[in-house]
């Protein structure tokens, strides 16, 4: 068990990650997919504290939030984001690390930073989605009710990522030494059979019955072919977010957070960069001139990135 992943050091470090701690108003602000909104829904439901989503980090370049609460922004909890600020608390599993890099983990916390996976052993970066984290960081059991294993193995696609053709081997090392969920490690055995896809593909049913689209997927399952399902939406379509609360409620039994009309918004400066283009690459010295918002080592010679994030009414 990787000790970094132990619950009194993560608590302890940062004490913000429990959703019960009053050092933050109840506000969240959250990613644009399953992943996100199944973060978000786990942690209302784990609190007794009632929880608000008051903005959406939308493609990593714009922020939809809600007027009254624009302010507020910088005090919510971000989850399922990697944010490159001091003050931000945010939890995300993005590659944020390029080789000889020394950030600061500050107020974020990064999967991948905890464990000091960087570019250059990109092949063992975080391969499961956030909510798995906070499964196992709250000590919730996935609920035995029909299509709830199915829609959180969905979550960032990690049922395919544990199939054979894929990435099986880092995706029971996770689960073994850093999230060691009994069901998780029972699921894992399991990912890459022929009938577990039947299951999916019967769940897939179900969504498309409710008026989710599936949206676009990076990966396909071995033997159906079958491509993630994540739930993608546009902030601005507040009936398209409450529909998906509504299916995750129904099938987790979870109370999601309350939703904002999102009526503001903040468009940034979304960039790509090979890093062989880019002859004086420094990572912390880009951190501190640039006024670099998020960013993210999509593969291991690009980085992608925001700037101009302005939080001003």
């Known amino acids: 068990m990787d000790k970094n992943f132990k619950h009194y050091k993560i608590f302890s470090q940062h004490p913000w990650i429990n959703p019960d ?4 108003p109840p506000y969240l602000v959250i990613g644009d997919d399953l992943d996100s909104l199944l973060s978000a829904t786990i942690w209302n439901h784990v609190s007794c504290r009632d929880w608000k989503i008051i903005g959406v980090y939308h493609k990593y370049s714009q922020i939809y939030a809600a007027t009254p ?3 507020d922004l910088p005090n919510a909890i971000w989850l399922d984001l990697d944010i490159n600020s001091y ?3 945010s939890l995300g599993h993005h590659l944020i690390l390029s080789k000889k890099s020394q950030i600061l983990p500050n107020n974020h916390i990064n999967l991948n930073y905890l ?7 990109f092949q063992r970066k ?16 996935i609920p035995d009710q029909e299509f709830a294993t199915e829609m959180i193995m969905s979550a960032d696609s990690t049922w395919i990522n544990g199939q054979s053709h894929k990435f099986a081997s880092n995706v029971k090392d996770w689960i073994e030494n850093c999230i060691p969920r009994p069901l998780f490690k029972k699921y894992q055995k399991v990912m890459d059979n022929y009938k577990m896809e039947e299951r999916m593909q019967k769940y897939f049913e179900f969504l498309k019955s409710k008026k989710i689209p599936q949206g676009t997927g990076q990966v396909e399952s071995r033997h159906l072919q079958l491509k993630g399902y994540q739930f993608q939406f546009d902030p601005s379509n507040q009936n398209s977010l ?6 995750i409620e129904s099938i987790t039994g979870w109370s999601p957070p309350k939703i904002c009309t999102f009526d503001k918004k903040v468009v940034g400066t979304r960039q790509t960069k090979k ?3 880019w002859p004086d690459f420094n990572l912390n010295k880009i951190m501190e001139n640039d006024h670099i918002f998020s960013y993210v080592f999509p593969h291991k ?10 939080f001003k009414s």
């Open 69 to 71: 609460y624009f302010q």
């Open 275 to 277: 890093l062989k283009d």
């Open 115 to 121: 464990r000091g996976i960087t570019t250059q052993n």
């Open 301 to 310: 010679g690009t980085i992608n990135y925001t700037r101009n994030m302005e």
């Open 126 to 141: 975080y391969p499961l989605g956030t909510i798995h984290f906070l499964l196992y960081l709250f000590d919730v059991s």
């Open 242 to 247: 409450k529909n998906r609360l509504d299916v």
């Open 87 to 89: 003050w931000i608390r």
């Open 21 to 24: 701690r009053n050092c933050t």
